[in-house]
């Protein structure tokens, strides 16, 4: 059956990086992408990448967060540098099955930016 498994999370000072890891297996996977749910508020996009590599952000993290794919791995990253206490929240790794374009969550990973 299709896994994701996220790791990286963890609690850094403000300005400071991460990096997520989302490890997919079960299927072959299209579109790939991190979103992010702080407490109190929705689940939002954060960032996609295709299969072709076409990549979109969520307008408050361009230029400071970005997502990478290896197909070898089938493994998604997120970069996150300059972190911003307002970047706090779960993580969630999500994905595509390639063919019938099924959506798949993984458990999410906390990211607290705090000084």
């Known amino acids: 059956q299709v896994q994701l498994v996220e790791s990286g999370g963890g609690l850094v000072q403000p300005g400071g990086s991460l990096r997520l890891s989302c490890a997919a297996s079960?299927?072959?996977?299209?579109?790939m992408g991190w979103y992010r749910q702080a407490p109190g508020r929705q689940r939002e996009l954060v960032a996609t990448?295709?299969?072709?590599?076409?990549?979109n952000y969520a307008d408050s993290v361009k230029g400071r967060f970005t997502i990478s794919r290896d197909y070898a791995k089938n493994t998604v990253y997120l970069q996150m540098n300059s972190l911003k206490p307002e970047d706090t929240a779960v993580y969630y790794c999500?994905?595509?099955?390639?063919?019938?374009?099924?959506?798949?969550w993984g458990q999410g990973t906390q990211v607290t930016v705090s000084s």
């Open positions: 999500n994905a595509e099955t390639r063919w019938t374009r099924q959506p798949y």
């Open positions: 990448i295709t299969r072709g590599d076409s990549t």
């Open positions: 079960g299927s072959s996977f299209g579109a």
